[in-house]
């Protein structure tokens, strides 16, 4: 909470109105592919994505790590997945930091979302847009600390009963 003697009013935007960015990020590269739209996403959006990801041409095996949302465990995107050889791997419920997607997430919002108003959605969009954009040129630095592979893990866990 903060007081202060003038009172301030804080512009926020009215309505709602969603832009909606599902991603993938290579774990080693920090490449990003991702798909926009304004509606919902859903298991279309994530078969999109996924072509994408085959249209890149890798020669390795390609894993991807999905939370456990119901439109990315259907039977499309699951058929569509092992048709072009991509692996899907869930995680545990309650988990997103384990997932390095989540990282960026929280950076773009960092960026373009906290203390921030626009006028219109659409510079909200570009906003957006650009940020994610710039992960290869001006926020390498930045982002390359951030999606680090070391995760803090625990050898000897101890159950302790109340």
Known sequence: MLWCFVRQFIRAPAGRQRFNVLGALNAITHELVMVTNDTY????????????????????????????ARYQKCHLVMDLAKSLGIELLYLPTYSPNLNLIE?????????????????????????????????????KAALDSLLSLKFQTFKKSQIVRA
């Open 103 to 139: 990282r960026l997430w929280k950076f773009v919002k960092k960026n373009c979302l906290y203390s921030c108003y626009y006028e219109d959605f659409s510079l909200f969009k570009t906003a957006i847009s650009s940020c994610l954009e710039q992960t290869h040129t001006t926020h």
């Open 41 to 68: 996403i859903n298991a279309v959006s994530v078969c999109d994505l996924l072509q994408r990801i085959a249209a890149l041409g890798l020669t390795v095996p390609i894993t991807l790590i999905l939370d456990n």
